[in-house]
């Protein structure tokens, strides 16, 4: 069960329930969101500065971005402690100058997917705005998950020149003749993804743009990433086998180094 929250001055208020993420959005106002995970049996969290600061962006739609971070922190405290003991996924949508907390029990991924890697197809569609983490994509991001074959964990959203954009809900990473390639301008920058880059610089050479569809067999290596996947490494894309069809080096190299900086940098939200 998905439980919605609205931060106020006093103590969080019940807003409603859901069945998924998805039908809690559909609930809420259009708006700005940004989605994170807790860590340390729920008493942790990851950049949240960072989290909030995406919803100030000017061009988010109805969002006052005057949330201070220390009455969110004792917000989503009051919140964690109704939804109970255990990891959750918390999303924050800021509409109609209001901030609300969707939160959810957070089910890892198999660690299958982490041993083998996953299959990612080609999708049509783009987000109008690239830059903002906005309710409205939900509906479509959701429909073309409907529409994924049997057995696929990610549609990548290509642009018209070939190139791939970003997973529906993650970024996406390559490695061809030993460069690391991601799209910059045509993406959502997401927090996970600035993290990766920063865990990376050292480890190889960063290309000034994203591969194209038609690279593919080229390369050695990729992954996604995003706040609920970590580093996730992709095996597959379409009906092109990546590298030798299991996980590289680099990926799995940037998964100790993500799983060793939450351990470091993860705060509590109660200090």
């Known amino acids: 069960m998905v439980t919605i929250f609205r931060l106020g001055e006093a103590q969080p208020e019940f ?139 990610e549609g990548l959203m290509v642009a018209e020149d070939g190139t791939i954009l970003e997973g529906l809900s993650s970024n996406f990473f390559a490695v061809r003749k030993g460069v690391l390639h991601t799209e910059d301008e045509r993406v959502l920058p997401g927090i996970t993804r600035g993290v990766v880059l920063e865990l990376g610089r050292g480890l190889l050479p960063r290309a000034t743009g994203a591969v194209r569809l038609d690279q593919v067999g080229e390369l050695s290596e990729a992954f996604l990433t995003s706040v609920s996947r970590g580093v996730l490494p992709v095996v597959r894309v379409d009906e092109t086998t990546i590298g030798d069809g299991r996980p590289g080096p680099l990926t799995q190299e940037l998964e100790r180094r993500l799983e060793a900086l939450v351990e470091r940098e993860a705060e509590a939200l109660i200090a």
């Open 15 to 153: 807003f409603a329930s859901a069945l998924s993420m998805a039908e809690a959005s559909a609930i809420l106002p259009d708006g700005a969101y940004t989605t994170l995970r807790t860590y340390g049996n729920g008493t942790r969290v990851l950049r949240l500065a960072q989290h909030l600061a995406r919803l100030g962006d000017p061009a988010a739609p109805r969002c006052d971005p005057r949330f201070e971070e220390s009455k969110v922190r004792a917000g989503l405290v009051q919140v964690l402690k109704a939804a109970g003991p255990g990891e959750a996924r918390l999303r924050l949508t800021c509409a109609n100058e209001r901030l609300f907390v969707t939160v959810e029990p957070l089910e890892p991924l198999p660690e299958t997917l982490y041993r083998d890697g996953v299959w990612c197809v080609s999708v049509s569609l783009k987000r109008p705005e690239p830059k903002v983490k906005d309710t409205r994509f939900i509906p479509a991001a959701q429909a073309a998950y409907r529409d994924l074959p049997p057995g696929v964990h």
